[in-house]
Nanobody, 120 residues
């Protein structure tokens, strides 16, 4: 089993910053890509940012230049630094990891999600 636990969400004013973190644990042999998704009320889940095991990153156009993603392979963690936050960034943010377990099974695992609210 693999568990992902997020932290760092909350309420922030427009223009502010938040940092989300996600820690993966369990029967992890190797983590391929890690990613952050978000889902706002009434909207489909959106891919926000991805990072490969070697550190290559990609971002949704809506967050480019404002968000950065990083990971620590030794600790199996991924973080999302969010700057210049806008009300439209309000959503539940979820961590995703593509994991190879020690049983040889590769699959996607998800965290429980953390609420980010941008409001004055």
């Amino acid at each position: 089993q693999v568990q992902l636990v997020e932290s760092g969400g909350g309420l922030v004013q427009p223009g502010g910053s938040l940092r989300l973190s996600c820690a993966a644990s369990g029967s992890i042999r190797y983590i391929y890509a890690m990613a952050w998704y978000r889902q706002a009320p009434g909207k489909q889940r959106e891919l926000v940012a991805t990072i490969t095991n070697s550190g290559s990153t990609n971002f949704a156009d809506s967050v480019k230049g404002r968000f950065t993603i990083s990971r620590d392979n030794a600790k199996n963690t991924v973080s999302l630094q969010m700057n210049s936050l806008k009300p439209e960034d309000t959503a539940v943010y979820s961590c995703n990891a593509n994991v190879l377990t020690w049983r040889g099974i590769r699959g996607d695992y998800w965290g429980q999600g953390t609420q980010v609210t941008v409001s004055s």
